[in-house]
């Protein structure tokens, strides 16, 4: 079965077909310019509002996007957590489980593994790195007592 676009109708996503240019119209039609810069406050709403300028704000800026989808939802009494625009992580996330190929563990955890990796890989690249002065090497000893060879005032007590 597909809808009026021709796409499968069981997709999941409320937004899914429905173009931004369609939900800004819908949005502004609803509540008029200045309702959405009261309830969005981003200046293409506010100031000299149009559709093509408001349009090429939103593809640009992922959270301007993402409020004004939400208040569509909101609009269409759809829970605005259904879906609004993805975040990267969550993309990403989506894109790992759907290819099988990530290991155990989060992505979160493997980012901070391979930020240990690059510290690591720093650390031993700078210069000196590996050499340590010979004070450094008596006082990590801790039986060297660095004022053992100070001289000392000859008192004849």
Same mark, same amino acid.
């Given at each position: 079965?597909?809808?009026?676009?021709? $796409? *499968?109708?069981?997709? /999941?996503? *409320?937004?899914?077909?429905?173009?931004?240019?369609? +939900?800004?119209?819908? &949005?502004?039609?609803?509540? =008029?310019?200045?309702?959405?810069?009261? @309830?969005?406050? +981003?200046?293409?709403?506010?100031?000299?509002? #149009? +559709?093509?300028?408001? @349009?090429?704000?939103?593809?640009?800026?992922?959270?301007?996007?993402?409020?004004?989808?939400? &208040? !569509? &939802?909101? &609009? /269409?009494? !759809?829970?605005?957590?259904?879906?609004?625009?993805?975040?990267?992580?969550?993309?990403?996330?989506?894109?790992?489980?759907?290819?099988?190929?990530?290991?155990?563990? #989060?992505?979160?955890?493997?980012?901070?593994?391979?930020?240990?990796?690059?510290?690591?890989?720093?650390?031993?690249?700078? *210069?000196?790195?590996?050499? =340590? #002065?010979?004070?450094?090497?008596?006082?990590?000893?801790? $039986?060297?007592?660095?004022?053992?060879?100070?001289?000392?005032?000859?008192? *004849?007590?």
């Amino acid at each position: 079965m597909t809808d009026n676009t021709g $796409t *499968p109708a069981n997709n /999941k996503d *409320p937004l899914h077909g429905v173009k931004l240019e369609q +939900i800004l119209t819908e &949005l502004v039609e609803e509540h =008029t310019w200045a309702g959405l810069a009261e @309830l969005v406050p +981003i200046n293409c709403f506010k100031s000299n509002p #149009s +559709i093509k300028s408001s @349009l090429k704000f939103l593809r640009k800026t992922p959270w301007a996007r993402q409020k004004v989808e939400s &208040l !569509y &939802l909101r &609009l /269409k009494g !759809y829970s605005a957590k259904k879906r609004a625009t993805k975040t990267p992580r969550a993309l990403e996330g989506e894109r790992l489980q759907s290819s099988g190929s990530h290991r155990s563990g #989060s992505s979160l955890g493997r980012g901070r593994d391979e930020m240990r990796e690059r510290k690591d890989t720093n650390r031993s690249n700078r *210069p000196g790195a590996g050499r =340590t #002065s010979s004070s450094a090497q008596q006082r990590g000893s801790g $039986t060297v007592n660095p004022w053992a060879n100070a001289k000392l005032p000859n008192n *004849p007590d």
